[in-house]
């Protein structure tokens, strides 16, 4: 599999990555990533050419700055919602739904940690170019959706921590609450971490909007929208008795100068939820 060929929705994941990368080699990093500084440099070769007005961006190094600095943001904060899960749970199962080509596990690495990548076969074919699997350190070439990869993870003992950055919002309404309530019954006692998009936003003519500024503004492709969310950090508890919220968090809450004037959205609580993190207790 090449970037070139990704689908649309994979195809975010790269957008991921440059932003790790451009944030890495900034002045004063937000965080620190050596391996996408790597792997974009590579990309850069094969995308050169490439008549995709995303891979232009792309190698050229035009993404917006403030979608950097939030990209990079949500990352630290997860890399710390896994060391935090680490810290209680040392030889912790870790499952990173919706990887891309992201490099967190040497990120957080404990050297006891066990570690799943997971992501559309296309993605994951493309991540063994630039990544080795090890005893700790594995890859699940799947739809998060297709529950048959349970069956890898349920092999330990746990305890298990699911963490989804930037995933749930490009799927069915139905399929999220489908997934919730599998993993709440094949996980008891596990957490899950993962960002939510308020459907406020998804209606007309908000949603129409949206789109216009993912497909003309950033480049996505026609099918990378945003498909599902919750109108509050609560919602999720109505799915299931097994689904307990524990916390939330947005951006917007970080003590990141590189915010500027955008920390002011952290007193407005309509702001800090139009995308943002939620920690729940499954089972």
């Not at 937000?30 to 850069?44: F, G, H, S, W």
């Not at 896994?82 to 992201?102: H, M, Q, T, W, Y």
């Not at 596990?190 to 998009?197: G, K, R, Y």
């Amino acid at each position: 599999m090449t970037a070139e060929k990704l689908g649309d929705v994979a195809a975010t994941s790269l957008v991921t990555l440059y932003c790790h990368a451009l944030e890495t080699q900034s002045e004063n990093p937000v965080l620190l990533d050596p391996d996408a500084v790597r792997i974009t440099r590579e990309l850069n070769r094969r995308l050169a050419g490439s008549g995709d007005r995303l891979h232009r961006d792309l190698v050229s190094g035009r993404l917006n700055p403030a979608l950097v600095v939030h990209i990079c943001i949500r990352a630290k904060r997860y890399d710390d919602y896994v060391r935090e899960f680490l810290a209680k749970s040392p030889a912790g199962v870790v499952v990173n739904i919706g990887c891309g080509l992201d490099s967190r596990f040497f990120r957080i690495d404990n050297r006891q940690v066990t570690f799943y990548d997971l992501d559309l076969p296309e993605v994951i074919a493309l991540k063994k170019e630039f990544f080795d699997e090890t005893e700790r350190y594995r890859f699940i070439a799947s739809s998060v959706l297709d529950d048959r990869w349970f069956g890898s993870v349920r092999a330990h003992e746990g305890p298990f921590l699911f963490v989804a950055e930037g995933v749930f919002m490009y799927l069915e309404a139905d399929a999220v609450k489908a997934l919730f309530t599998k993993l709440a019954d094949a996980f008891p006692g596990s957490e899950l971490v993962c960002e939510m998009f308020n459907t406020f936003w998804l209606r007309e003519p908000l949603l129409t909007m949206m789109r216009f500024k993912m497909q003309r503004q950033l480049n996505f492709g026609k099918d990378a929208v945003f498909r599902s969310g919750i109108r509050d950090g609560r919602e999720p508890e109505t799915w299931s008795e097994k689904i307990r919220f524990l916390d939330e968090w947005s951006y917007f809450d970080a003590d990141e100068p590189k915010l500027g004037w955008l920390r002011i959205f952290r007193y407005c609580e309509f702001m800090k939820r139009t995308q943002w993190t939620v920690r729940y207790r499954l089972g």
